[in-house]
């Protein structure tokens, strides 16, 4: 199926509070750079990033049951905090309802928020940008900015080690896509 950027935005605007579709239209303009850069297809990075976040608030139970219901989801999920459900999930429930067919798209929105092992330049370039976007304001991600000028994969690594050492210090679970991912820049 093919969707358009615009398509794809007004798709996902009524799934989303205000905050979270601004959010999502910067991440559309970094995917958009961070593409253009690393001579990836823009269209593809255009609609992954404004489906990333499709599944953001929908409800616990209803993604639980798409975990438990779908063979493709992996069962390991429901032992990792809800907020990592809606990559996978939501790749999945845009396939259903939109008729979404591209892998590689699938792929990214599935991957944006934990990573993963042997990830594309399509599935780097969504995760980096949902990270860096401008609107994001933490320790280290001017650093990460800076690096994904140059290095798109050490950008990524850096990326992977500030969310784990986050995560670590505050006592949470990290799930085992983004250990398997950090690995793999290593």
Not at 45 to 52: I, K, N, Q
Not at 106 to 118: L, W
């Amino acid at each position: 199926m093919e969707i358009s950027r615009e398509q794809a935005l007004q798709y996902v605007k009524p799934h989303l509070k205000a905050s979270r579709f601004d959010h999502t239209v910067r991440v559309v303009d970094q995917a958009v750079e961070l593409a253009k850069q690393y001579k990836v297809d823009i269209d593809k990075a255009e609609v992954a990033a404004a489906l990333h976040d499709y599944a953001k608030y929908k409800d616990v139970d209803e993604m639980k049951r798409w975990i438990v219901q779908d063979r493709r989801l992996p069962k390991d999920l429901l032992d990792y905090h809800h907020e990592l459900w809606h990559g996978p999930v939501g790749a999945f429930m845009l396939e259903k309802e939109i008729g979404l067919d591209d892998v590689d798209i699938i792929s990214a929105i599935s991957s944006h928020t934990t990573g993963k092992k042997h990830m594309s330049k399509l599935d780097k370039i969504i995760f980096l940008a949902d990270y860096i976007e401008p609107g994001r304001d933490f320790p280290g991600v001017d650093e990460v900015r800076q690096k994904a000028e140059s290095d798109l994969d050490e950008a990524c690594r850096m990326a992977l080690k500030n969310t784990i050492v986050f995560l670590v210090e505050k006592g949470r679970t990290v799930y085992p896509d983004t250990f398997h991912a950090y690995n793999a820049f290593i």
